[in-house]
């Protein structure tokens, strides 16, 4: 039975979804001005687990998580650049597609952007101003916090706890301080758009109300983002689509927790590690997802090299140990032991079922790993082929061990260095190459080599005793 925790009750609640065996999900995406980091990777991996255990499960799962690609910090780099706006979503659409691959996330069901969704979006400000939620001011649209008594639901906060907490600029055209805008009015050089109130762009919370309930209906089952979402877009989600309608948002609201850069965040090599490219390039993707699912998605996660650097050799261990079970299982033909399989699928199972406890679901695929070992050592084929089908079963739903070991090791002693497009065996046969040229009286060839080793980051040095190479 599975259990998760709902931000609206605070509390571990029996999932239970509206239609049986089927369930709604929506995600928060990114905005789309930059090269996503490992912030983003931690939302997008934990949603990734548990859209991937809910299909375990048996559920047949509608995963929606939106693009937005219209806002200020896309618009500032626009202008930056001198392209047009849509230019830098796309670019920056194309790298986020990069990162989730790299992450081994699957792809959700729908990615919706937001600049496709205009008309949906006035029609939802439209249905807002004829409830008198929301008011017309100089080309803006404000929603009127203070007509909806539930303001502040998911947050657990009273618009005067907000007021007392919140830096308040004066704006005349607010009714009231929290008040937050549905519609703005656009500047001369700006992307716009017609409205009933004149050119202009979307504020950013409307567009998940609008895209979710076009695409899930209201009220879906699960809502889903990072914990820095609560308040005020998750809140104002909730005004906007539940004022309109009049029925709840979504059953089940589930937050991610951060990632807590601690005494790293000043250093240089953390922040050179900030974005998924960066980590992947280094350690590769699956070392930083492998990171995410040892902590609870809840909880806030602690990043630093060197316990990613820990993550890439316990992958490589990991991969290690498959290789052996597949190349001692395919000699050695044996039936699998479905109760050995099933007693650590089971276990895992547990362990997700309690709010999608992904350190609890790592230790059952570590013990499987173990028993396999054992098991492989005395020669007991059977439970050592039971191990690697639980593994494998369990892989599909962290993304963590499931690639084909061979192809993994492998890919790790081509892995390009750092820096450099060219890996250690491919510097070494150069650098065997030169010494041939040299032997050979053909040192323009040497030279040449030693000249475009140099241009792609690598210093050779000569020595009595051969030569050897490091990075620039
Ligand atoms: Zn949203």
């Not at 790298?95 to 949906?120: G, S, Y």
């Not at 090299?305 to 190349?327: H, P, S």
């Not at 040449?448 to 005793?465: H, Q, V």
Request: charged share 30%.
């Amino acid at each position: 039975m599975l259990k998760v925790h709902d931000t609206l009750s605070g509390k571990l609640e029996v999932f239970e979804p509206i239609n049986p065996g089927a369930v709604g999900m929506y995600v928060c995406g990114v905005t789309v001005y930059d090269r996503s980091h490992i912030g983003h990777a931690r939302a997008l991996v934990c949603f990734d687990v548990i859209y991937r255990y809910l299909k375990f499960i048996g559920y047949d799962v509608k995963f929606v998580r939106n693009l937005t690609d219209v806002d200020d910090k896309i618009i500032k780099r626009a202008v930056d650049r001198g392209v047009p706006a849509q230019q830098v979503s796309e670019e920056n659409i194309a790298a986020f597609n990069e990162d989730m691959a790299v992450l081994r996330c699957l792809r959700p069901d729908l990615e919706p952007k937001a600049t496709e969704h205009i008309d949906e979006m006035i029609e939802l400000i439209g249905e807002l101003i004829d409830k008198d939620l929301a008011y017309e001011a100089q080309g803006d649209v404000y929603f009127a916090v203070d007509k909806l008594p539930a303001y502040g639901k998911l947050s657990h906060r009273k618009l005067d706890d907000m007021m007392a907490g919140a830096r308040i600029e004066v704006d005349d055209r607010k009714r009231h301080a929290m008040d937050f805008a549905l519609w703005k009015a656009s500047k001369p050089d700006e992307p716009a758009w017609d409205s009933p109130w004149g050119k202009g762009r979307p504020g950013w919370h409307i567009e998940c109300s609008a895209m979710s309930s076009k695409y899930l209906g209201q009220p879906f089952d699960i809502h889903g983002g990072g914990n820095d979402l609560v308040f005020p877009h998750h809140e104002n989600e909730i005004a906007q689509s539940e004022g309109a309608k009049g029925c709840t948002l979504a059953r089940y609201w589930l937050h991610n927790g951060m990632v807590n850069l601690g005494t790293e965040k000043m250093s240089k090599s953390a922040g050179n590690m900030m974005t998924i490219q960066a980590c992947a390039e280094e350690y590769g993707g699956e070392a930083l997802r492998y990171l995410v699912v040892g902590t609870h998605y809840r909880g806030p996660l602690d990043f630093s090299v060197e316990r990613l650097q820990e993550q890439k050799k316990g992958l490589d261990r990991i991969y290690v140990c498959l290789t052996r079970a597949d190349e001692a299982l395919s000699q050695n033909a044996a039936t699998v032991d479905e109760s050995t399989k099933a007693k650590y699928v089971d276990d895992f199972r547990e362990g997700m079922d309690e709010d999608f406890n992904t350190s609890r679901a790592l230790a059952s695929f570590h013990d499987a790993l173990r028993a396999m070992n054992r098991h492989l050592d005395a020669h007991e084929w059977s439970q050592a082929a039971g191990c690697r089908e639980a593994l494998r079963d369990i892989a599909t739903v962290l993304g963590v061990g499931a690639q084909d070991p061979c192809e993994y090791l492998d890919s790790q002693k081509h892995q390009t260095l750092s820096g450099c497009d060219l890996s250690a065996e491919e510097i070494e046969a150069l650098i065997q190459e030169r010494i041939e040229a040299r032997k050979s009286k053909n040192f323009a060839r040497a030279d040449e080599i030693r000249d475009d080793l140099k241009a792609r980051g690598i210093i050779l040095e000569d020595s009595p005793s051969g030569t050897t190479w490091k990075t620039a």
